[in-house]
């Protein structure tokens, strides 16, 4: 469990907060680029890390994310009009270009120095792969864009699939990533075939293996597969919002030939934004309709099933085994009902872990590290602000296989899956 000051620590994530310092030393997906589809569209709301911002699209087709409120008289940026050369607020007129400087104050006289006194707050942007990605830390303290498998790879083999807005913490939603002991109980679906689905059941425990590494924690996830084996399925936290799950499909030999990623944005202290990614390594990904939800969420995300309406449980489904949980809808939701329904943030004083809380655990035990060590201003994991410094994932490789118990499970790993990045491991 968290003592309560040690929640608190991880929780809090506005201006000024630790863990949300932590979060503005790191390039955070801040929206997707379909919600600015062309150039001078109509901008958009972003809320992110407990501030309230405004993305938009340039004439020359650069995003600036803005502080939402006009530094004139505090006006929306929202209702702004989207010029070649930056937005302008309808208010007065001020016109802001893509970095935050003040570009026209027409109301003002023709000498007047407000445009070059007067800034902005404006966060960098790069857009790669279906995500704009921002930095909201101190310029002089910039890193690296990091080379992850997804932002690395081709664009045809990366697709960002949907979007969620959780009601609840961002340690919540992250902690029900890398929770490997729940999708046998709250996912179940009667007729539920596989590998995956044979021996993760309600009735076969697993064992952990964890490796913390310089940007994350693996767990090695290991359950009972008989005669001598393990199916084992890594589940792979990278800091400090992903976590990579073996979902897609295999390709010729049984190589695992893609994953998908849970992306868990802090919003505020109270909502998180999740992105669903999906990457194939050696050839294009299969299109599929991005809001393969779109019947049970608003376009921006928000949930049609909710606390409110008790996620539409359907106690006869859950009765009857069709659906263990008796939520109906996928999988987003049924976490959605048990991530929200523990408040709007957790109480983790007065938890009782187990022994498959074991990644949980470490998890947790790697953002407070991180945070402890921002505050005794030491270094964070994972980041390279220098060509020098090491900012390749070239150890992130993901496994989900029936492996021999005989050997060592690192020495399967070339047999069982390809690397994430171009060549062989």
Same mark, same amino acid.
């Given at each position: ?14 201006? !000024?907060t630790?863990?949300?310092e ?29 501030e ?13 994310l ?13 209702? !702004? ?18 970095? !935050?400087?003040i570009l ?34 101190p ?39 890398v ?14 075939t ?6 993760r ?42 976590t990579?799950?073996?979902n897609?499909?295999?390709v010729?030999? !049984? ?22 990614i ?148």
């Amino acid at each position: 469990m968290l003592s309560v000051e040690e929640n608190e620590l991880l929780c809090r994530v506005g201006p !000024g907060t630790p863990m949300g310092e932590v979060f503005r030393r790191y390039w955070l997906p801040a929206l997707p680029s379909r919600d600015l589809p062309e150039v001078r569209c109509a901008p958009v709301r972003v809320r992110l890390l407990g501030e309230d911002l405004v993305a938009f699209r340039d004439g020359e087709g650069r995003v600036g994310l803005i502080a939402e409120k006009c530094a004139h008289r505090r006006a929306s940026l929202f209702f !702004g009009r989207c010029e070649p050369e930056g937005l302008r607020c309808v208010y007065h007129g001020w016109q802001y270009a893509v970095d !935050g400087t003040i570009l026209d104050t027409p109301a003002e006289p023709a000498n007047s120095m407000m445009k070059h006194t007067v800034k902005q707050t404006a966060y960098p942007c790069h857009e790669v792969n279906g995500l704009i990605y921002t930095y909201m830390g101190p310029a002089a303290e910039q890193p690296l864009l990091p080379e992850l498998p997804w932002i690395t790879a081709p664009a045809d083999h990366v697709q960002l699939r949907r979007r969620v807005i959780n009601d609840c913490n961002w340690l919540q939603t992250q902690e029900g990533n890398v929770d490997s002991t729940h999708s046998a109980f709250l996912h179940a679906r009667a007729g539920s075939t596989g590998a995956v689905r044979q021996y993760r059941t309600q009735n076969n425990p697993p064992k952990f293996d964890l490796e913390p590494t310089r940007w994350g924690v693996r767990a090695i996830v290991r359950y009972p597969a008989g005669e001598g084996k393990s199916f084992i399925r890594t589940n792979t936290f990278v800091m400090p919002v992903y976590t990579a799950l073996p979902n897609n499909p295999a390709v010729e030999g !049984g190589k695992q030939d893609g994953y998908n990623i849970n992306v868990e944005v802090p919003m505020d202290d109270y909502h998180t934004m999740r992105y669903f990614i999906a990457l194939r390594r050696s050839q294009p990904i299969e299109q599929q309709d991005w809001q393969d939800l779109s019947d049970f969420l608003e376009p921006d995300g928000r949930k049609l099933l909710n606390r409110a309406n008790d996620y539409l449980i359907d106690r006869e489904k859950q009765m009857s085994n069709e659906v263990f949980s008796g939520i109906v809808a996928s999988a987003p939701f049924q976490d959605a009902a048990m991530t929200e329904t523990m408040g709007p943030i957790a109480d983790r004083e007065h938890e009782h872990l187990g022994t498959t809380d074991t990644q949980v655990v470490a998890v947790r035990r790697y953002f407070l590290d991180a945070v402890q060590a921002f505050q005794r201003g030491e270094s964070l994991p994972g980041l390279a602000r220098t060509s020098a410094e090491d900012n390749s994932y070239d150890d992130l490789y993901l496994v989900s296989a029936v492996i021999s118990e005989e050997r060592a499970w690192q020495s399967q790993v070339p047999e069982v899956t390809t690397h994430v990045l171009a060549g062989a491991r």
